[in-house]
């Protein structure tokens, strides 16, 4: 029985469920650059870069393997654009008996998938994917169980049900979370890590061509392109967070420093996602590294919870609520994002150094994303599905099954707190503590009003006023609730004066001023 077997983008693992128990003599691989899947958001130039060379190095690979592998490049002059198109092609080339397939990352691709054994009158195997260590219906089963979804909940059911930092039934170190100690602000240091650099070869040389050609309009930059591209070199790179910069991870994972686009991050986020490394594995090693002395509780346990919790249960999220939660407005919020968006040329400097450093990278570190760019976004009112088209588009690591959830869920409330208690919101005073940013900007982070007050200031307060029906009874608001109700009536109005002027100007198209 001959079999196609089409393996998309971020399914660049040989322990592919597609490939279980297939014979390499009986199937061939189709692997497809597409049109539509380059373009239904205007993908950062160094993402569409990273992932056609990660493709066409995976594909060399199974070659090497022995798999007969079909790949249909995007230059190609009779590309039909789209998986769909490209799928039917490769039936008139092979007339394969059936197609088997790993189940799609997002809505969109499987509701694609799912009209192939109609369309093409052939059986269709979908196959879970089991790169991920809770299935669906193990993340049901847990969420069945509970009134909220918490993710603390589903981080230590998954820590019970792998064993991993456990000691017998109970955690390691007697406590299941070290999040506490990991709020340290950082100094600039010259024993800082990096992450490896992959200089391109042919083959990524041949992608940078092609990408800066097809895809001028796209946002950001294709210089200095040095991600990995293949398993081995991304498992270098692992090799060197773990003998490096594990250790200081959780201390520093929410501090931000200017110019410093890394600190102790693992930057590996990209390889997992598309396939080139595992993440349980990852986890496994993190302990290893725990239980060699190598590196404290409080950085694995960090580590772990990121990918063992908060990876596993985005995914959860994600396929639980459905192809319409990409539309939830709780807060109905309309406002476009600023232009500076896609250049990083604005004042406040926090945000010229987050979307500056992505779009040089097309990486910004989580608490970038969720405490800068976000945290702006949500204060400001910005339409939650713009806010998560520009993340889908900037990011590496980017694929809308972990980008939503982190994006219209956790960082702009718009599920109305089915991801998050409370909104992430915060004033200028959070970004001070945890960075360097303020001492460098034009703006004064301790005025709340003039010219030079940081806008981030009036912005939270108003954020606060203009929400209170819907966040006034919030229990975890109640505090900054309390401290604006004993304001003067004169500074409350000074303070939403403050922010109509600044949002009046952005408006208008200013980056900030008043
Ligand atoms: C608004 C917003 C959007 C985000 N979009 C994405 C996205 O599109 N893709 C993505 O992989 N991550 C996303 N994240 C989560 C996080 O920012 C990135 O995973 C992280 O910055 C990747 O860099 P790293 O590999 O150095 O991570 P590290 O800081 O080293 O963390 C270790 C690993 O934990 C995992 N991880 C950490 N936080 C999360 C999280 N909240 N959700 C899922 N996995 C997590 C990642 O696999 C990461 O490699 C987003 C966060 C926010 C606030
Ligand atoms: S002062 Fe305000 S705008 Fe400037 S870096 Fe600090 S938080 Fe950002």
Redesign the pocket.
Known sequence: MKTLIPVLGDQLSFDLSSLDGAAPADAVVLMMEVADETTYVRHHRKKIAYILSAMRHHAAALVQAGWHVDYVRLDDPDNAGSFTGEVARAIARHAPDRIVVTEAGEWRVAAMIDAWETLFGLPVDIRADTRFVASHADFETWAATRKELTMEWFYRAMRARTGLLMDGAKPAGDRWNFDKENRKPAKADLLMPRPLSFPPDAITQEVLSLVADRFAVHPGSLDDFDYAVTAADAARQADA?FAHALPQ?GDY?DAMLTGER?LW?????PY??SGLLD?LDLCRRAEAEYRAGRAPLNSVEG?VR??LG??EY?RGIYWREGPTYVDRNFLDHHRPLPAFYWTGETDMHCLAEAIGQTLATA????IQ??MV??NFALLIGADPKAVHEW??EV?V???EW??LP??LG??QFGDGGLLGSKPYISSGAYIDRMSDYCRRCRYDVKQRTGPDACPFNALYWDFLARHRDKLGENRRLAMPYRTWAKQSKEAQAATRRQAATFLDHLDAGGDAGY
């Open positions: 967070f991870f994972e890394f991050h693992s930057i590996l986020s997992i996602n993440p580590y990121q990918i908060w990876r985005m990486h910004a570190h989580h994303r969720l760019t976000g993340y889908l990011y690591d980017a694929y972990v980008e982190n994006t956790m960082s």
